[in-house]
């Protein structure tokens, strides 16, 4: 986030894994715009967000406008509005699954067995979600390397899953804020911005998704990305 009247940054955080577990989009929305109003408490804001981030920042913005504060824009880095298909998957039939998943085992790649299994469509299922509420509710805690990678994993495929049950579940609205798309090379078109505001740039990046951060492309990144921050009318 940034205030108005000079390039004031702030950076935000999503709630804990145990918060994740127990609530829903709308609390992770609630949660980002009590930040945005502690570091911002008057003036016009601007939004900002990457991948996951871009839609938070639609959501947050669209909270504040209703309350009454002004959003001077939001600037948007490679980021799905929702409903973007981002190209033909691979589907595989249970036995190659299978063939896969006993491969991994013997192989003790329990890092990419994690990654595998825990998607958001599965972390999206009732009794999922009720087994993680109920671990951290207790206050399990595990250590070792493992168990890092196992939290950090979690808590990203938890803001997934509910980033796309929330976007999902709430209609387009197009706000009346001023959209700059910073979109990698890896997609196309607008991402499904045109559904979110009536006025959309978009700015093409070198690199994929994640290459776009890379240090060869982050430079460049940066510039166009502080440009678009200064041409925010106040």
């Not at 013997?106 to 958001?120: F, K, N, Q």
């Not at 469509?121 to 509710?137: D, I, S, Y």
């Not at 009536?198 to 994640?210: R, S």
Request: hydrophobic share 45%.
């Amino acid at each position: 986030a940034s205030c108005s009247g000079a390039l004031d940054f702030h950076t935000l955080s999503y709630p804990d894994l145990r918060q994740l577990a127990r609530g829903t989009f709308d609390d992770i929305v609630a949660h980002v715009a009590a930040e945005v109003e502690g570091g911002c408490p008057e003036g016009a804001i601007v939004l900002a967000g990457y991948s996951f981030g871009g839609d938070v920042a639609y959501a947050v913005a669209e909270r504040l406008l209703q309350k009454g504060r002004r959003v001077a824009a939001l600037l948007i880095l490679d980021a799905d509005a929702g409903g973007h298909d981002d190209g033909p998957r691979e589907r595989r039939s249970s036995l190659r699954r299978f063939a896969t998943f006993r491969r991994l085992v013997r192989a003790g790649e329990w890092r990419t067995i994690m990654e595998v299994v825990l998607t958001p469509a599965a972390l999206g299922h009732p009794f999922a979600r009720w087994v993680l509420r109920m671990a951290t509710g207790l206050g399990l805690r595990a250590t070792g390397n493992l168990a890092f990678h196992v939290g950090r994993h979690l808590r990203e495929q938890l803001l997934e899953a509910h980033r796309a049950r929330g976007m999902s579940g709430s209609p387009a609205r197009k706000l009346d804020v001023p959209v700059v798309l910073f979109r990698s090379r890896q997609y196309s078109g607008d991402m499904g911005w045109h559904q979110r505001t009536c006025d959309l740039t978009i700015v093409q990046v070198e690199g994929d998704h994640i290459g776009m951060l890379n240090r060869a492309n982050v430079t460049m990144l940066g510039k166009a990305f502080v440009r678009a921050a200064l041409a925010v009318p106040d």
